[in-house]
């Protein structure tokens, strides 16, 4: 059931938005999303179940290509139920942008990265921007879900679209909405997440929150497009930071003898004002080792130093080179040096259960590994191949790989593996994600 929250409905609306509105209502509006990624393609998808006939746009033909032919390539969306929805015509894909001729909303969910400098690179969300400002007209809503600072809607995105003389939130809507999806999470899903929209007037905000009322379970409505952008961040930050203090945590009880998961888990059983946040070998995804960074940039050009944030991300960068220098240490304790030792990765995934290695630690403790003389080999059954240091590694035979290996690392802790087999067979084992939990044998090495 869609919540209510649509307190304080406009009184008086412009005559395009009262025809949008109705082309929501009967599920007769073009819903279009401009990039089919982790974030659009499941979009896309639940928009098509309720209904709509959606139209997805991305610049990468291979894509627009596979998703035509009713293959998803996010693993959270099942062929199962993307097939038949393209079969149908309720779902297709292209990359022409003048479709957008057609359309009566588009959600804008291009990649948000950070450049070398830590800054923003608002490349994509420009040209996004651009090329709906191409086709703009009157009774078009525009969303933008792509994680950025406070101040991108209606500082970079509005003046774009005015250029074409049309009013907002009189001929056409403008919203941000933060996407919140969880890759992998099997209990929350674009769905059932719930959807912040904060628009550019009340009535792009009321516009907004109808038309994600029509596909997804809860919406909760915002002032702004600012504070729904500022939403976003601090969720991420939050994590982030939390994690920053787990990981140093993780440091202090290393130098000290101290356990520091069975130091969280007994703490975790405080029922009140603790939340447990876990230690692990950095930060990686394409959320939170990155937008925090269009907070502090953000904040900075208000004159306020985002020191929480830095302090973190300089811990949580740590992390990698802790790693190494503790499977540096674990060798030499067994009298081996790591130079021309083998160490294998049992996963290189930024987290459990996913395919993505964006920002994954595990690509840091590759590079590391490989500048220090060690011979590195992974596994991970959601991963064939990467590349680091411009050089492509494949998957290998876990079992095979553990027994041979002088040190096997859990790096992301994916489930289905018998981690039990694995620490028999191991000479040396590392964990740093708290996979081997209740396992104790000499050769397991805990973060
Ligand atoms: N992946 C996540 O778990 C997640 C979660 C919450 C928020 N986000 C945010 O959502 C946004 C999108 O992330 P994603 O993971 O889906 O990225 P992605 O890289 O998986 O997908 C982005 C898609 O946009 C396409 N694209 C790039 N420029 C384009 C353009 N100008 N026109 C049309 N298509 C274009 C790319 O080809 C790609 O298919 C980012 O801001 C990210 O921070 C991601």
Not at 167 to 194: M, W
Request: aromatic content about 6%.
């Amino acid at each position: 059931m869609a919540t209510e929250i649509l307190e304080n409905e406009v009184a008086s609306l412009p005559a395009a938005a009262v025809r949008l509105q109705e082309r929501i209502g009967n599920r007769t509006a073009k819903v279009g999303v401009l990039g089919l990624g982790y974030v659009g393609l499941p979009l896309a998808v639940e928009f098509a179940k309720a209904g709509f006939e959606v139209i997805g746009i991305d610049v990468q033909a291979g894509k627009v290509k596979q998703f035509n032919q009713g293959r998803s390539y996010v693993k959270d969306v099942a062929d199962d139920v993307f097939g038949p929805l393209v079969k149908s015509g309720k779902l297709r894909a292209t990359t022409d942008f003048s479709v957008i001729t057609e359309l009566d909303t588009i959600d804008i969910c291009v990649p948000t990265p950070l450049r070398k400098t830590k800054d923003p690179d608002m490349s994509y969300v420009v040209s996004a921007t651009e090329a709906i400002a191409k086709y703009l007209h009157p009774g078009l809503l525009v969303m933008l879900e792509s994680t950025t600072y406070p101040g991108t809607t209606d500082e970079l995105v509005l003046p774009k679209l005015q250029e074409s003389g049309l009013r907002v939130g009189e001929d056409f809507f403008l919203c941000f909405s933060p996407e919140r999806v969880d890759p992998g999470n099997p209990n929350f899903h674009t769905k059932n997440i719930p959807k912040v929209v904060g628009g550019i007037t009340p009535v792009c905000t009321q516009v907004g929150s109808l038309f994600y009322k029509q596909a997804l379970e809860t919406v909760i409505a915002v002032s702004s497009t600012r504070v729904a952008e500022m939403v976003k961040l601090l969720e991420n930050t939050f994590r982030m930071i939390n994690i920053g203090l787990v990981n140093e945590m993780a440091l202090m009880c290393n130098r000290m003898g101290i356990n520091v998961w069975e130091v969280i888990d007994a703490a975790a059983t405080k029922p009140f004002g603790f939340m447990p946040f876990y230690p692990g070998p950095g930060l990686g995804g394409h959320c939170i080792p990155i937008d925090p960074f269009y907070l502090s940039w953000k904040s900075r050009e208000a004159g306020i130093e985002a020191r929480f944030i830095e302090l973190a991300g300089y811990i949580n960068g740590q992390m990698p080179e802790h790693v190494v220098d503790r499977i540096q240490a674990t060798l030499n304790d067994a009298t081996k040096p790591l130079r021309g030792s083998h160490v294998h990765l049992l996963g290189v995934a930024y987290k459990r259960d996913i395919d993505d290695v964006r920002e994954s630690p595990a690509l840091d403790i590759i590079h590391l590994l490989q500048k220090r003389g060690a011979t590195v080999t992974y596994s991970d059954p959601f991963v064939p191949k990467i590349r680091v240091d411009g050089i492509d590694l494949t998957s290998q035979d876990l079992v095979n790989s553990a027994t041979n290996a002088d040190c096997v690392v859990v790096v992301t802790d994916h489930s289905g593996i018998d981690y039990g087999d694995i620490v028999k067979r191991s000479k040396l084992i590392l964990d740093t994600r708290h996979a081997l939990k209740g396992i104790n044998s000499p050769n397991v090495i805990r973060l």
